[in-house]
């Protein structure tokens, strides 16, 4: 894994780590280039962060033994759902060393936004993941404005909340 490329995102990180320990919400604004990339989805296409510019993008770093993941991503369907008409996507960035994991995990817990491969972990190297779930809401400029680290059940109201405030800009 690439660690930390991106000083900023570093920032982030060490930000993010202080605010989780000190219980605070585990959320995390800020303004800064997200890291462009192209993987592969589950369908074979090869997508870019890039081709969104314009929307805003909830990229979701999970894997299929997280437990937190699998309780999550439902919740990301919905929401992915709801506003994508309105300018809105979630990426899935699936973690698992071998696809086939995820792939037999979406068989039963299916979801409509693109899943990609990063079973190398390059990508979520240059995001700085280091706790799963991890969430990134980015805006339609391309900066990452806000991180969530892991999963708890309501933290989707504050990813809504968030969304929300981004599309209206």
């Known amino acids: 894994m690439k660690l930390f490329k991106q000083p900023i995102l570093l920032s982030l990180l060490i930000v993010a780590t202080v605010v989780s320990v000190a219980g605070i919400s585990p959320t995390v ?15 074979g296409k090869n997508v870019r962060l890039s081709d969104y510019r314009g929307q805003v993008v909830l990229l979701n770093f999970w894997a299929s033994w997280c437990g937190p993941c699998r309780q999550e991503m439902p919740i990301l369907d919905e929401i992915h ?54 969430t990134v809401i980015i805006d339609k400029d391309g900066n990452v404005r806000y ?12 990813y809504v909340k968030q969304i929300k405030e981004l599309l209206r800009e």
């Open 29 to 43: 604004i800020a303004k800064t280039p997200a890291p462009d990339f192209t993987l592969k989805s589950k369908e």
């Open 81 to 134: 759902n709801k506003y994508l008409s309105l300018g809105f996507s979630v990426l899935g960035v699936n973690l698992d060393a071998k696809s086939s994991k995820a792939i037999n995990y979406l068989k039963d817990t299916p979801v409509t936004f693109p899943v990609l491969y990063d079973p190398k972990g390059d990508v979520s190297g240059e995001y700085g993941v280091q706790i799963m779930p991890s």
């Open 147 to 158: 991180l969530h680290e892991g999963y708890k059940t309501g933290y989707e109201i504050d």
